[in-house]
């Protein structure tokens, strides 16, 4: 188990959320009010939304596009049958930590072996955090990547 530092608790604005590209496909990292965070794939499984750009509310997001709802602690959509991939994300000193599991030959993440250079690209992540960062401060629009 390895636990790779990908950004700043204040890179993340209160109850919103930043996407990062990886290997993967999108996660989203959520902060909630409370400054906890949490980190999930970042589509909906219902039509496709991006959870990074719906409303953070307690320890639950609601999808941009139908308004489903899903628990960060466990990934389930609340009053559906349905759910998304959720992954054990961490603070330490004010650092977002995410957890990959090694395997032999790789990391493995969503039930895949990926080769350990391609799981998570961190120059990469950080440089699009920070340039996700320094465009809500200039009053541009965007997602990460």
Excluded: Y
């Excluded at 489903?68 to 992954?87: K, P, Y």
């Excluded at 799981?119 to 465009?135: E, M, S």
Aim: aromatic share 6%; with cysteine.
């Amino acid at each position: 188990m390895t636990w790779i530092d990908i950004g700043g608790i204040e890179d993340i604005p209160v109850r919103g959320a930043r996407k990062l590209k990886t290997a993967l496909g999108c996660v989203a990292i959520f902060r909630t009010g409370e400054d906890e965070v949490f980190a999930a794939t970042d589509m909906c499984p219902h039509k496709g939304g991006p959870l990074s750009e719906g409303i953070v509310h307690g320890q639950k997001v609601t999808c941009p596009l139908h308004n489903w709802v899903f628990d960060l602690n466990t990934g389930a959509a609340i009053g559906e049958d349905s759910s998304i991939q959720t992954f054990p994300v961490r603070l330490d000193a004010g650092r977002i930590l995410i957890e990959v599991r090694n395997s032999p030959g790789g990391v493995r993440l969503d039930g895949r072996l990926w080769p350990a250079r391609d799981a998570f690209d961190l120059p990469l992540l950080r440089g699009r955090l920070r340039r996700a960062v320094a465009a809500r401060r200039f009053g541009r629009r965007g997602s990460v990547g």
